[in-house]
């Protein structure tokens, strides 16, 4: 069996134009937490430098980006921001940056969620989107040690979901409008 690498902390990173996911990963234990949501500030170079205070904080070994691709293996339209943002993180960090397949990470999201008894509508985007970072780092650590795949997951935590009676006060004002 091969040694595997020294990088320990990782920071998944799912890219947004309006929210970036973030999670913080363990090579050693297979551990990922979710670190929560970045809003993206608008530019790339304020995006490093929020990123790059995220890695220093955590002692981050290797940030790993998610890659999105179409079904198909494609690149989207978004690859070519995501590989710009790789390059300017790249420039700045002292740490290398990798990037993994995200086809499947919104529905891996999306799956914990339904572990925990919820669905995508009943959670904020942010928190989805931290799942989502999840799942890249969780890729991105079993690709490395191919032993934690078979570490059985931790159950999902419940993420609160938003509450009932203020969307259904919101619907019933949606609908007396209409009616109007």
């Given at each position: 069996m091969t040694e595997p690498p020294s990088a320990h902390n990782v920071l998944g990173v799912d890219y947004g134009r309006r929210r970036v996911g973030t999670a913080l990963g363990f090579l050693d234990s297979g551990l990922v937490?979710?670190?929560?949501?970045?809003?993206?500030?608008?530019?790339?170079a304020a995006l490093v430098e929020l990123l790059a205070e995220l890695v220093v904080a955590r002692e981050v070994d290797v940030v790993v980006l998610g890659?999105?691709?179409?079904?198909?293996?494609?690149?989207?339209?978004?690859?070519a921001e995501v590989a710009e943002l790789r390059a300017a993180?790249?420039?700045?960090?002292?740490?290398p940056v990798e990037w993994v397949d995200e086809r499947h990470s919104s529905q891996d999201a999306e799956a914990s969620l339904k572990d925990a008894g919820l669905r995508w509508w009943q959670v904020e985007k942010?928190?989805?989107?931290?799942?989502?970072?999840?799942?890249i780092a969780r890729s991105y650590l079993h690709a490395q040690n191919p032993e934690l795949a078979l570490t059985p997951e931790p159950?999902?935590?419940?993420?609160?979901?938003f509450?009932?009676?203020?969307?259904?006060?919101q619907r019933l004002r949606r609908k007396r409008k209409k009616d109007d």
């Open positions: 937490i979710p670190l929560g949501v970045v809003h993206h500030p608008g530019t790339q890659k999105p691709l179409h079904a198909d293996g494609r690149e989207s339209p978004m690859s993180l790249l420039e700045r960090l002292e740490v942010g928190r989805i989107d931290a799942l989502a970072a999840m799942a159950p999902a935590a419940s993420p609160e979901p509450d009932d009676r203020r969307a259904r006060r």
